[in-house]
Nanobody, 122 residues
Framework: VQLQAWGGLVQAGGSLRLSCAAS????????MAWFRQAPGNEREFVAA????????DYADSVKGRFTISRDNAKNTMYLQMNRLKPEDTAVYFC?????????????????WGQGTLVTVSS
């Protein structure tokens, strides 16, 4: 499966929605997740969603500000990011695993997007 995501530039306190489009295999068979990597840091878990979209999980640092969702009819996953902070600046990656349940570790995912830069200016 191929994954492609789009990010952008936003001011602190603002909002941005990331999209990740999947192609190649049945999107609804994959649990999906977002990870991010800031300069000089390791890639970290942000959020995950199960195959139906009914179950989700978030990193503590984004809980209450970010919302992950998916539209299986459009083969697309989203990350709505509100109340953004400069420390949210990172390259964001979407990831997929061929299981119904999501995970929060990098090695649990089989497919990765190319990453998209999100810059939050102060």
């Amino acid at each position: 499966v191929q994954l492609q995501a789009w990010g952008g530039l936003v001011q602190a306190g603002g909002s941005l929605r990331l999209s990740c489009a999947a192609s190649g295999r049945t999107f609804s068979s994959f649990a999906m997740a977002w990870f991010r990597q800031a300069p000089g840091n390791e890639r970290e878990f942000v959020a995950a969603v199960g195959v139906s979209g009914g179950s989700t999980d978030y990193a503590d640092s984004v809980k209450g500000r970010f919302t992950i969702s998916r539209d299986n009819a459009k083969n697309t996953m989203y990350l709505q990011m509100n109340r953004l902070k400069p420390e949210d600046t990172a390259v964001y990656f979407c990831a997929a695993r061929l299981l119904k349940e999501y995970g929060s570790f990098l090695d649990e995912y089989d497919y990765w997007g190319q990453g998209t830069l999100v810059t939050v200016s102060s």
